[in-house]
Every structure is written in C-alpha cells, then in structure tokens.
C-alpha cells in the first residue's frame, strides 16, 4: 500500500520559527486532534498525547525502527502531569474517542491497570500470550497500562524492588521472566507503553531522581498541561472523527513485520537531535539532566510511530521534525518540573543590629533620626549608640524645640561622640570614607518605610545568559 503524503504545513518545516517553540500535531492524529480539539474540555497536546502512546502500543507488536544498526521498539510511554481538574482525564477519553473506529477492539482488549510489582506485570503478559498463541493471528504480548491514579501505584510499588527493573527491560523490549511462580514465565518481545496521570507534587516526590538516574522514569515522556477551556455549553459531544486512514495505517503496520528506517535527507536533523541530547544533558543540573537523557531514542521512536500512521516505512525530515518539537516540549517540561531539586536549601542568615542600623542610615542618605531608625530595627538608643561607627547627635530646633537624636556614619570605627548641638545644621556631605562603607552596606528592602505615594516603577535589569549560550546553543531552546 502506497503511503499517502500530504504536502508539509509551514508549522512543520524542520528549523521554522513556529516548528521550534511548539509541537507539531502531524499526519492523521494530528488532524483528528485538530478536528474535536474546539470541542473537548482538555489541553490538545495531552489528546495528541495520548493518542500516539496508544497508537505505539497497538503497532508496537510489528513495527520497530532502526537504529545505530540494531530494530528497536516504537513504544512512546507518557505522563500527562497537572493539577486535579485540569483535563487529563478528558484528554484521556477524547483520545479514546479518536481512536475508537480506527483500532478495532484492541483498546477494550489490551488495556489494563493497576500494575504494582514486577511479577504482576510479566504474568498478565505470560497469560496473554497463553491465550492467543492458538489463536490464527498468533502470539500477541501487546499492553496499554493506563493510571489515571498513578500516585497510588507509586506509594505501593516501593516494596518491590524488582519493579523498576521489569520496566526497564519492558522499555526496551528484552526479554521479560517471572521466577517467583511454580513455573517460571518467559516473555520475549513485549510490547508494553504506559500512559500515566499525576500532579507536579506527585511528581516530585515519588519519582525520584535516584530511580531516573537508574533508567527507570526517564523512560516516561512527562508534559505539563495547560490550562483547561471552559466551553459555553455542556451539551455539546465530541464530534466524530474519520478514522479510516488511521485504520488503513493500522491494517499496513500489523499485516507483517517491518523496520522502519530514516531517509537520507532526514540524517542531518537527526544528528542535531543527538547532539542536542548530549549537550544538554551536560549542560544541565545532574537533577533535571537524568530526565532527558533518552531524547534522542524517544524522538526516534515517535518519528516512526507518525511514519506508520501514512503507511511509510522510510521516516523523512519532516515527520523527524514533527516528532522533536514534541519531545522537545517534553524536555523543558521536565526541566520546569524538577527545577531546583539540585539547588542546596539554605536558611535565611538573620542581619546583626549593626547592619540594620547602617541600612537605615544609609536609606536615609547617611543621616537617620531616631524615629526612623528605633523602630524598624528592635533596639533601644542606648543599644545602637553603644554600635560601632555610629555617630550620635542631639540636635535642637531653637531655644524651644524639643530636642531630636540623630545617626549618622563616621568613618573613624574607634570611638562615639555624643555631640549636644545648639542649633540647627544641614547634614554635611558624605565623606570619602562613607562613601567606601556606602558600597559594602547590606541591602536591606525589608526595612524600607511606608511610603506616602507609590514609587516609579523601576524597569528590572535583561538578564544576560551570553556566556552560557555561548557554549550550549541549545540552551536558548529551553
């Protein structure tokens, strides 16, 4: 069957302006994606989500590509992370819908959940391939584990050791064995994807980095949902999508085996692809680097699944383009996730009265009464007078006036004067010596006084990033 091909959009030219700041819904599922999106109370990009781990799933049993020499599987596995209420499981079900008259009844047949151990996971495969090796189609060991409540399985499957690694094996579709059974299980070639729902808290706690530095989670595609549209009527249903060319597709990709392989044309990207991993990955904290390191497979892997959806057995640039703006996506997804679990959390040093004094001083152009300055720093007169290289002064308005305590700064730290003063004087300028002091004075914005109008907003000072972008071009894709 001849693949069908469509001219590619503007969006889906590899190095385009819109190619590299947002994923590209590509080929069918991007159409049908496009097509109920107006209509479906959830984030687009968790539909077109969903929708491709599934669609890897049901031709994950005959469909590998190839890769540095060797067919690897076309598996995608994916989390959908954000708050509750925030449409993943609506993503979910308008994902079902999109693929309901395209996949037959592999999805009522092949989907499960609540997978917590290791041995739970390779006997629900051993029992499935039990059940279809008599079967005309033969042996069939595909899977689609589904949480919606993937939290829970976490919390549990932290006593089985053993977990983690039948996952990794489950990724990479080696050969998965159950010896705690009265007859040991063997399953070679599974076929496994999991599709997972948790909050970004969740996230944080329970997939830990030391599980993603063994392999275990950064084998999952984290992305972070957007924000949920709230439609005007209720009543309206998902409208119904045309699948026949999903299941022309799906027909093609399980007639027989076959090996997809990346054009000539497509060689170039995919060596940016991999260059792009590898140097963010050293680049970035070794707590978010952990999640990533597997972008270069994972786009691949998604390549070939958007290859197998036109019935194509070559991936071209464009599909290869399409499936990095994804992962892509998914990389700075799981950066903003993990961000700062390397940062050191250290604990506020509280100021000296010394320098909540000079900072009042200073505020006050190096001359504080004791109105503003008493009050704001929780220390009586004779405490501060008692500081170092503070100058107290009593001046008097007059013969009358009540007499007022005045701070200043001396540059000379050895002794206090206490000067009476008989009348009034403006504030000398600051000498050279308090200018020095001026420049090592600690800032403090805590202790500013009310002010009696709003300031002028003051423009913060651009960022720069040129040294690092400088070394990592690829930073500025972040």
Sequence with gaps: MAARRLPPQPSQLPGSKSSM????????????????????????????????????????????????????????WSALVAGTGRGKGTALRAALHVLDNSLGRFLATHTTSGITSGASLVNHLWEQQEATAETEAGVDRRCVVVE???????????????FTTKLRAAWDGATLRNTTKEEAQ?????????????????????????DAAGGSYNRILPFLLGSVPMLDDDRVSLPKVDGSE?????????????????????????????????????????AQAVFIERTAEQTLRGAACLAASECSETVTEEMLSAAFSLVRRS????????????????KRQPLSLADKVRARIEMHG???????????????ASEVKAL?????????????????TVFTLRGDHSRIVTEPVSHSREPMPAAPEREVQR??????????PTPTRAPTPTPEPVKRSEPLASTNPFMALL
């Design 366 to 380: 190096g001359r504080a009464t004791s109105s503003q300055v008493l009050p704001y720093v929780g220390a009586s």
């Design 388 to 404: 170092p290289g503070i100058v107290v002064t009593v001046e008097r308005s007059g013969k009358t006036g009540r007499p007022a």
């Design 439 to 448: 420049a090592t004075v600690v800032r403090l914005d805590a202790y500013r």
């Design 246 to 286: 999903l299941a022309d597709a799906y027909a093609w990709a399980t007639v027989r085996p076959r090996v997809l392989t990346l054009s000539e044309r497509a060689r170039p990207l995919w060596r940016i692809v991999r260059r792009y991993a590898r140097i963010l990955g050293e680049t970035l904290p070794g």
């Design 186 to 210: 063997e399953v070679r070639d599974p076929a496994v994807v999991l599709h997972s729902h948790i909050t970004p808290s969740d996230w944080e706690r329970y997939v830990g980095q030391s």
């Design 148 to 162: 919606e409540e993937w939290t829970e399985v976490l919390k549990r499957v932290k006593r089985d050791p053993s």
């Design 21 to 76: 700041s947002t994923p590209v819904f590509y080929g069918p599922i991007g159409r049908a994606v496009r097509r109920i999106a107006p209509f479906a109370e959830a984030d687009p990009l968790g539909v077109y989500v969903a929708v491709l781990s599934m669609w890897s799933a049901a031709i994950g049993g005959t469909v590998k590509v190839s890769s540095r020499g060797s067919a690897r599987p076309v598996l995608l």
């Design 331 to 346: 990389v700075q997804d799981a950066v903003r996730i993990s961000k700062g679990a390397d940062a050191p959390k250290t």
